[in-house]
DNA sequence: CGAGCCATTTGATAAATATCAAGTCGTGCC
DNA sequence: GGCACGACTTGATATTTATCAAATGGCTCG
């Protein structure tokens, strides 16, 4: 693992507070890795073996049952993983696969909770970390059980938006198939969706997403700070 | 708070580890309270000031948005629910409220917190029962959006009667308007899903399910580990 | 530059699910 | 016991969402 990951992972909730011992410790057991796109790294069901933590490039978490598949987060760097199967011991319930070139450093799971059993600081971290995900998770249920495909596409336009503090507009952070299935819905249903939100103040262009009319948009996604978790701090995370 | 109430709690996964000291402190500052049924004792949005514990009756926590409602869990004794909202001192996602008359213990959010700050042992249990909390949620979701409403009902027959020792009969836990709202679907679809599960071994008779033909609804429900979670031990938590 | 590939869009249709409206049934209360 | 209420069921219908099939269009790679 490179020398420049370090103070990369060390700025994360997760280990910021740790003692910079066990941080060494932790971070001499871990190694760095390259994959190329579209690989899977992780298949759900097999022993949780490493925390992962992107550092470069885009990870897809996803799960399939059947013949179906569907997206449960889309992680960026600098974030960390599956923290739960591996402080659970337990097998990964989603898969992983890249996006584009990834480069991940993996910690072993063993370590991990050799050290929050030694290191006070860091249990809160993971304590903090696991609370913020299961929040996000619930977060993103009652969106899936209490809207429409419609209203969820409007409201997560909105949360783009301002995430770009506000800008009119952006470009949308991952392939639109990927972002329908994050939302529950086909890609022929998000593109109509989209299309029928062009009378509630939303224009697209390819990847880039225009709003004419907050008032219009915000009408229709009722954003709601229960559920798009917006202005509550230390609330991010998703996995 | 009575006295037998104690070593019910104590016997909780969350605080079993802990010292006796440290949950001495902890159930001096709680209380016991009674609600009547059909009380809105939580209100989502509002800050999380108190675990909560039932000791006796039936909660339900749900979450509402616009004018509709869903049902995110059902809590029965004993086992504590909004564990994380206390731990973030953030907003309760999820309102709750009493489903019978209820006998709930209320454990203050900043007394906890000052516990595992420095209780290391149940720092380990609640980071623990926030892993299996997350787990819970997400196999939740899984299910939501991998499964057909058909195969929910479904596969929800097939682990109840998991739990009561592959039981082929049982009564149902709750009111199937509240298993309906919890498995993302309508009370009419629900009523009709069951009934097409006829031809596939299942029967009905009032809150009482009989199940005449196993292979048959273990086709249809396409049990998963990943997603319905028996036999993974101490991941039975949903809150 | 061109060919092919794949994501996206669009259209037509089907399936799933929700809604509305009665009607049935059981249960609790007077 | 009988009445009233609410849960549940059933039917008819509307809406939402998915599926299948066919363009379109951008992009990469040779």
Known sequence: MRDEDKPEIRKLPLF???????????????????????????????????????????????SGWRERETTMAVVRPVSSFILAACIKDAPYLMSARTIEKCRIVMIPAKDLRATFRTDPDFAMSTISEL???YRSVVRHTKSL????????????????SRLTGNAASFILPMEKRLLASFLGMTPENFSRAV?????????VDGMRIIITNFEAL??????????????ISGELNSA
């Open 16 to 62: 910021r507070d740790m003692t910079g011992e066990n941080f060494e410790t932790l971070t001499r057991a871990a190694y760095a890795q390259s994959f190329p796109a579209q690989l899977e790294m992780i298949r759900q069901g097999e022993p949780a073996d490493f925390l992962h933590v992107v550092m470069e490039g885009t990870v897809e978490l996803f």
């Open 131 to 133: 609370a913020s995900c």
């Open 195 to 203: 299309k029928s939100l062009q009378s509630d103040g939303v224009a």
């Open 145 to 160: 059980k209490l809207r429409s495909s419609r209203e969820r596409v409007a409201a997560y336009v909105l949360c783009q």
């Open 218 to 231: 915000e009408a229709v996604a009722g954003l709601d700070a229960l559920i798009d978790g917006f202005g």
